[in-house]
Structures are given as structure tokens and as C-alpha cells.
């Protein structure tokens, strides 16, 4: 296989002869996998290759390898001075080695890492058991909410039965008094869920929920961050259709800002979540609630003429894919915004906010300044409650100014 790559004979017959030379094809053979261009593909066998040697002379079996090794190797390499064709201080020998050692616990040639478990009270184990079958929360707010728990189980001790409200407060006091409101308001939520799975189970009494403190904030004080009409459409515009980047960020943007989806939402999408048949997508939001959406005719074509042209052919079922080898769904939702913000920036648009999220309050002003109801607003944005929806009530400026009254003008005496 590595012939797939390597053309000269020279440098064929050096890979052959380094120590780790036995684990390459197979390793080319995942490069190619991967969609690894020669290019790349070349530089990564090159670091393999560099890894094997330094591995060999300074550390033993390569079947021995580990994280702790690659993080020394990498500090090697600005100061390397190895003697094989092989050395070299690029950043892609310590990337290259990060993949190799990858593939090499993949198959089973390097042991797994062992993951010591976070010590956690058995009280924020049962939560985190009871939050996943109860209220449907995914594995990211648990990862927000269970060091909090933590937290507040190494302030009040585990005897839930002594907690009383002025401890349920001071907890709160303490935390708001050396964090900022996002901080604070974590904790309130994840305090307060905390509680109420302590009173289903009767460990302490349920009206201990309601002394958990608000975060002083005028309802729907806040404006909506948005970008108008004519600015999304320079974002859309500034996306090459006939491109794999462009073909595929046109297509996640649109669904942004016509159907108001959250990032999670987009990479979550798997190809089976599409109803051609029905124009139809199905999301699973928040507690893992299930809603089918309309598919627009423009936001169709978009995800077609990517799926058709561009999307890489490999054996994964979500819709969007990494366009840069390794290939692969995005690992989170953090691309989403990355490639938004890439967008916005391309189309000289001054935003209020860089991220997803963004478009999401886009497609709801939009919505509402075409006369859709907030009830259909709500539905498409999956909303559970109106209050949330009503937000975005405060953009329609024409509403405004048919109803406010023009100022006094100056002498004019008061009715």
C-alpha cells in the first residue's frame, strides 16, 4: 500500500528498512482511507517513520508507546539531530505521530489508554444516572453540570438530610461573589435540578428547591442579536457552491438561517434525517425531543448539490463531513461556528455576534417581519415555552413605530 504513495524507489526502500516498517502499509492503507492526499499522506509517513526510529533508539518497543512518549518526542524535534533520512523539526513529525500512534491502538498494536474515572460522590453518580433516563440531557450539560454538584456536595457534605435553605443560598452567594453571571447561572440550574432529583427520592424535603436563589435580570430585558435580510444574503453569496468548502458551509449556513437550527442540531444530522420523499428533516433537539421540519426548496438543492459533488464517499451517516483528511463528522459543535464566522467575516458583515447562534436569532426576526405568528416562530424553533419565542418581538421596528407616540415638540403644551 505504500506504494499508493511513495513513487521513488529510494524513498520506498528507506520506509521498508525503518523499525517500525511492519505497521506502514497497513497505516497508508488509513491514510487512504481517510482521504489523505499524496502530499500529506507522504509528510505523515515521513513523521511515522521519524517516530519509529527516535522510538527504537530512546524508549524501547514501539508496541509500548503512549501519550507521555509522543509529548517527548515532540519536544525533541526543535533540537532533533538524528542521523536517518528521516529527521527533521516540521510541525507535521509531531502531528504525524499523534495519527500513527492513533492507528496503531485502532488495531490493536498499542494498548488503549487507561482513563482513570473521576472520583465523583456516589450522590452526583445517581444525578447524572437520573438527568440522562428522567429529563433526556445530553453528555455535554451533564459535563457542565456534575462538577458543580460536586461542588456543592464538598460544601454541604453528603447528609442531605441537615441542608436547609441559608445553606442553599450561601452556596449560591459564595459562588456569584467569585464568578460572573454565565458561572452563576450554571450553577443555579445545576443546584436546582440537584434538589429536585433529592426530592423524588426523599432525601430532602421538595420545598428546599424553591429557596435556590434567582439571577436578578429583567424578563426579556434584552434586545435579540441578529443580522438583517440583506447582510444573510451577502453570507450565503460569499459561498462557493462549486467548491467542497463552499458547496458544504452554503448548505449548514442555510439551514442556520432558514430553518433556525442550533450547531448541535447541523452536526448531529444524519442522512436517514432527511425525508426527500415528504420534504422533511427530523431534528432531535433538547432532551432529546424529536421534531420534524419543513425542508425549504433552496435548503434541499443546497444539501443535494453537496451530497451529490462534494461530500466525501466514505462509510458515515451524518450528512456533513470534515472536507480535510482525516475525513470524518465534525467533533463538535465548534466548527459550525468557526466556519460561520469565517463566512461573516468574508462578506465584511458587522455582526453582533460571531457564532451559530447568530443566524438562529436571524431566522426568527425574519419570521416575524414577514408576518409569520410567534406560535409557528416557536414551533420551528422548537421552543418549549412562548416567553422565549415573545423575545424576539422587540426587532419589529415598523410595529414600533405605528404604535409609539412622536415626541413633544418644543412649546407644545401637554394633553
Not at 453582533?352 to 417581519?369: C, D, E, Q
Request: proline share 6%.
Amino acid at each position: 500500500m505504500l506504494e499508493f504513495y511513495i513513487d521513488s524507489e529510494v524513498k520506498l526502500r528507506q520506509l521498508r528498512q525503518c523499525p517500525v516498517s511492519k505497521y506502514l502499509d497497513a497505516f497508508a492503507q488509513w491514510l487512504q482511507s481517510s482521504g489523505y492526499k499524496q502530499r500529506p499522506a507522504q509528510l505523515t509517513l515521513r513523521a511515522a517513520a521519524h517516530f519509529g526510529y527516535w522510538v527504537s533508539e530512546h524508549a524501547g518497543p514501539i508496541e509500548q508507546a503512549d501519550d507521555k512518549l509522543i509529548d517527548t518526542f515532540a519536544r525533541h524535534l526543535p533540537t532533533c539531530v538524528c542521523s536517518h533520512s528521516f529527521q527533521g523539526c516540521g510541525s507535521y513529525h509531531a502531528a504525524g505521530a499523534r495519527h500513527f500512534l492513533a492507528h496503531l491502538r485502532t488495531v490493536g498494536t498499542v494498548p488503549l489508554p487507561v482513563v482513570e474515572p473521576v472520583p465523583m460522590a456516589p450522590l452526583a453518580n445517581q444525578f447524572g444516572n437520573w438527568m440522562r433516563q428522567h429529563r433526556g440531557v445530553t453528555d455535554g450539560t451533564l459535563a457542565n453540570y456534575l462538577p458543580l454538584v460536586q461542588e456543592f456536595l464538598a460544601t454541604l457534605g453528603d447528609d442531605t438530610s441537615t441542608y436547609d435553605a441559608s445553606q442553599v443560598r450561601g452556596f449560591i452567594l459564595a459562588v456569584s461573589s467569585h464568578h460572573g453571571e454565565a458561572r452563576t447561572r450554571s450553577t443555579v440550574n445545576a443546584v436546582r435540578m440537584f434538589l429536585r432529583f433529592l426530592a423524588v427520592y426523599g432525601h430532602c424535603s421538595p420545598d428546599l428547591v424553591a429557596a435556590v436563589p434567582g439571577i436578578a435580570r429583567w424578563r426579556l430585558a434584552s434586545l435579540p442579536r441578529y443580522i438583517d435580510a440583506a447582510d444573510i444574503e451577502r453570507l450565503i453569496a460569499v459561498c462557493d457552491p462549486d467548491s467542497a468548502v463552499g458547496s458544504r458551509d452554503r448548505a449548514i449556513i442555510l439551514l442556520l438561517v432558514r430553518l433556525g437550527l442550533r450547531a448541535g442540531d447541523v452536526r448531529d444530522l444524519l442522512l436517514a434525517d432527511i425525508d426527500w420523499s415528504h420534504g422533511r428533516l427530523r431534528v432531535m433537539g433538547k432532551g432529546r425531543c424529536e421534531s420534524w421540519l419543513p425542508l425549504p426548496q433552496e435548503v434541499g438543492d443546497a444539501i443535494l448539490h453537496y451530497l451529490e459533488h462534494f461530500r466525501p464517499r466514505i462509510n458515515d451517516e451524518h450528512v456533513f463531513l470534515r472536507v480535510y483528511a482525516p475525513l470524518g463528522p465534525f467533533p463538535s459543535s465548534g466548527p459550525i461556528s468557526s466556519l460561520v464566522r469565517r463566512a461573516i467575516q468574508r462578506a465584511g458583515i458587522k455582526a453582533p455576534s460571531m457564532g451559530a447562534h447568530v443566524l438562529r436569532h436571524s431566522a426568527a426576526t425574519a419570521m416575524l417581519r414577514q408576518g409569520v405568528s410567534l406560535d409557528i416562530i416557536g414551533a420551528v424553533l422548537r421552543h418549549r415555552c412562548i416567553e422565549s419565542t415573545a423575545h424576539y418581538a422587540k426587532v419589529d421596528a415598523a410595529l414600533f413605530h405605528r404604535v409609539i407616540q412622536p415626541w413633544l415638540s418644543e412649546g407644545e403644551p401637554p394633553c
